[in-house]
Nanobody
Framework: QVQLVDSGGGLVQPGGSLRLSCAASGNIRSINYMGWYRQAPGNQRELVAGMITNDGSTNYADSVKGRFTISRDNAKNTVYLQMNSLKPEDTAVYFC????????WGQGTQVTVSS
């Protein structure tokens, strides 16, 4: 079992920044991949950024490349999503996920980009 707790969302103006955190606990060594997804009203959940845990390689959605960065702090068992140059279309609920032989989800954190 893996438990995930997302945090760090909020209201930010266009062009601003936020950093999301995902604290993992439980059977962390079994995690193969960690990702950040988002879901806006009326849309499907989409992958924003991810990281393969054994080598740290990352991947990003085209819409966020150059603006978002996924990183981790192994000592804190935490994965971060640094979001810069935020746009109104980034508004969504952001979910952390961890993949072992199944997928685990955080509870989600709301990000609203608006002036």
């Amino acid at each position: 079992q893996v438990q995930l707790v997302d945090s760090g969302g909020g209201l930010v103006q266009p062009g601003g920044s936020l950093r999301l955190s995902c604290a993992a606990s439980g059977n962390i060594r079994s995690i193969n991949y960690m990702g950040w997804y988002r879901q806006a009203p009326g849309n499907q959940r989409e992958l924003v950024a991810g990281m393969i845990t054994n080598d740290g390689s990352t991947n990003y959605a085209d819409s966020v490349k150059g603006r978002f960065t996924i990183s981790r702090d192994n000592a804190k068992n935490t994965v971060y999503l640094q979001m810069n140059s935020l746009k109104p279309e980034d508004t969504a609920v952001y979910f952390c996920s961890a993949i072992t032989f199944r997928t685990y989800w955080g509870q989600g954190t709301q990000v609203t980009v608006s002036s």
